[in-house]
T-cell receptor, first 116, second 114 residues
């Protein structure tokens, strides 16, 4: 099956710093990737849809200047949390769609961010 | 607008017993439906999906789900629970066209008792 990786798997940073999270599709080309945020014991909240070569589409209420998304290639999307604050601490999960398969999203293992 | 409701945020079953996790959807058109499993501190793994073909869908690890349009349901079942099935389960819905976005349910945590 399709494999999606994320790096790093966890990160601790100081308040005010920026953190970049990478999402890679390892064995397929993903024209569309998605970024989710998950709070403890809650469901996944879609933050944005990332399309290769174009600007990301953000969901209502998600600050695009706070969460910068770049999808520079068919196998890599990055999420940068700028000027992170403790309330940004969360579990961030990406997913990727394999256009050859169709509708299924394949999920990465997630990145746990802790902002001190 | 589409939505997904998972009844029961926590479900406990004995090892060897039937697993039934409920998912009801709301959609203006027949949707695509998915079940994912999440183990602690991990991403989501696809269990099975319904994309307008056979209404009874078989997935991995012995799970299956039946799409019932009349009941707007897509409940997940497994005849005999195993300790390794303990995890969080998410139902998701997607329109068949026009978007690739999923709407996730709130999840059901399955506990398997020895």
């Amino acid at each position: 099956g399709a494999v999606v990786s994320q790096h790093p798997s966890w990160v601790i940073c100081k308040s005010g710093t920026s953190v970049k999270i990478e999402c890679r599709s390892l064995d397929f080309q993903a024209t569309t990737m998605f970024w989710y945020r998950q709070f403890p014991k809650q469901s996944l909240m879609l933050m944005a849809t990332s399309n290769e070569g174009s600007k990301a589409t953000y969901e209502q209420g998600v600050e695009k200047d706070k969460f910068l998304i770049n999808h520079a290639s068919l196998t890599l999307s990055t999420l940068t949390v700028t000027s992170a604050h403790p309330e940004d601490s969360s579990f961030y999960i990406c997913s990727a769609r394999d256009p050859e398969v169709g509708e299924t999203q394949y999920f990465g293992p997630g990145t746990r961010l802790l902002v001190l | 607008a589409q939505s997904v409701t998972q009844l029961g945020s926590h479900v406990s079953v004995s090892e060897g017993a039937l697993v039934l996790l409920r998912c009801n959807y709301s959609s203006s058109v027949p949707p695509y439906l998915f079940w994912y499993v999440q183990y602690p501190n991990q991403g989501l793994q696809l269990l099975l999906k319904y994309t307008s073909a056979a209404t009874l869908v078989k997935g991995i690890n012995g799970f299956e789900a039946e799409f019932k349009k009349s009941e707007t349901s897509f409940h997940l079942t497994k005849p005999s629970a195993h300790m390794s099935d303990a995890a969080e389960y998410f139902c998701a819905v997607k329109k068949p066209s026009g978007t690739y976005k999923y709407i996730f349910g709130t999840g059901t945590r399955l506990k398997v008792l020895a």
